[in-house]
């Protein structure tokens, strides 16, 4: 079945250096969302890519959806302490059904 | 508005128990879905709905009943409770191409 792959598993960086997580898919995705979770918290919602190359821009966080749609990134730029936590993307199967990845783990030094 | 609740967030059961986790919106979302969290696994759908009435399975249904009565509610239930169900369940409904999640409900199956 479909897989969505994610690396690094887990990056330890000190505050104020940038970050990034990869996302990868064994097929072409309709769309791609990422969600962040805070340790003990719930995932939430960030941003969802549709369109071949697009890169959209939260603050300092930004989303880039690949050319073949396969692949996705997310870019934060001078981590923050409020930075921390799980990172997940997820696109949907055929049937529409969200499959995740096993999300990237963030911690900042300070 | 309190979007997406789960009752109960803790729970400990023993092998062979029954149990029902509750989830709730008030969002009139159609799309509610069943979600697992295990450690380094990310998150897998157990069940989801696309509206009252309407159920199908996830990637990981076998030992889980759902039904969907009303838009609002939709309980998780825990046939036999074995100790490869301990995790993190979380309950999400869809709307606007955005998914909402629940708290959580941490499982403890002894």
């Known amino acids: 079945g479909q897989q969505v792959m994610q690396i690094p598993q887990y990056q330890h960086v000190q505050e104020g250096e940038d970050f990034t997580t990869y996302c990868n898919s064994s097929t072409t995705l309709s769309n791609i969302q990422w969600y962040k979770q805070r340790p003990g918290g719930h995932p939430v919602f960030l941003i969802q890519l549709v369109k071949s190359g697009e890169v959209k821009k939260q603050k300092r966080l930004t989303f880039q959806f690949g050319e073949a749609k396969k692949n996705s990134s997310l870019h934060i730029t001078a981590t923050q302490t409020t930075d921390v936590g799980t990172y997940f993307c997820?696109?949907?199967?055929?049937?529409?059904?969200?499959?995740f990845g096993a999300g990237t783990i963030l911690r900042v030094k300070s | 508005n309190a979007g997406v609740t789960q009752t109960p967030k803790f729970q400990v059961l023993k092998t062979g128990q029954s149990m029902t986790l509750q989830c709730a919106q008030d969002m009139n979302h159609e799309y509610m879905s069943w979600y697992r969290q295990d450690p380094g696994m990310g998150l897998r759908l157990i069940h989801y709905?696309?509206?009252?009435?309407?159920?199908d399975q996830g990637e990981v249904p076998n030992g889980y009943n759902v039904s969907r009565s009303t838009t609002e509610d939709f309980p998780l239930r825990l046939l036999s409770a074995a100790p490869s169900q301990t995790s993190v369940y979380f309950c999400?409904?869809?709307?606007?191409?955005?998914?909402?999640f629940g708290p959580g409900t941490r499982l403890l199956v002894l």
């Open positions: 709905s696309v509206g009252a009435g309407i159920t």
């Open positions: 999400a409904s869809t709307g606007s191409k955005t998914q909402y």
């Open positions: 997820a696109g949907p199967t055929r049937g529409n059904k969200l499959v």
